[in-house]
């Protein structure tokens, strides 16, 4: 039987407090499994930016990332919060490493086509291009990956990458050596059925239920990406997932999940 492997997204709400970053990273030191971390840092990019004068340009919700932008998320992702991240890990007795993509070649990319638009210095990954050895290695050696959201086009250019989509690449990329389970934790208590309700959490959510709860309504409009990446990851390997509060972070380690288990 596989080890459980416990893939970890933390959102930007967290990354933003530090007294919610302390309390979650206290609650991931404590987990007795192999973990990784993958974070963001946006808005802390976007705040470290304006006081350089880069601004910050978005479209559709998308960070545009010219030449300016890619030196400001480098500095910020792979420096400021990484590090930020590795030495509290560290000071509570987690043995973590702070990567990139580009680090011991563990994720290449391909920066992102020009089609209607341009998003500059954007990497788009290959779940199988990821060398999934390399963590196999690192994660028996006791370390915990701590993952900023960029990679590399292999030709010397850092690559800025969405944090969930390097979570769900990392969990596919290890589903051959371990029964992973991907975690995407935000301020939220999971998928709910009344977005005005945050006591409307359904529990589980299955490819039957899925459609029927399309069909009827129950699911904003804005979830929908993230339910439709986790069944993605599931159909390559992946052995469940769940998207939960990242207050729940432990219970979520268990069998006894607090949030929306996909599988």
Known sequence: MKQPLFVIK??????????????????????QHPCILVHGGGKIATRIGDQMGVASNYVDGRRITDDDTIDIVTMVYGGLVNKKIVAQLQALGCNAIGLTGADANIMPAAKRPVKTI??????????????ATTLQGLLQLGLQPVFAP????????ILNTNADT?????????SEYYNVRLLYCFEKKGVLENVDDDNSVIASITRHNYQQLKDEGKLFAGILPKIDNAFAAIEAGVHEVL?????????NTTESTSGTLIK
């Open 118 to 131: 341009d998003y500059g210095w954007v990497g788009d990954v290959a779940p199988n291009q990821i060398s």
């Open 150 to 157: 960029l990679t590399h086009d292999s030709t010397g250019h």
């Open 10 to 31: 933390i959102g930007g709400n967290v990354i933003d407090d530090e007294a919610k970053l302390a309390s979650f990273l206290h609650d991931f030191a404590s987990i």
């Open 243 to 251: 998207i939960g509060h990242a207050d729940d972070l432990l219970q």
């Open 166 to 174: 390097i979570a769900s690449s990392l969990a596919i990329a290890l």
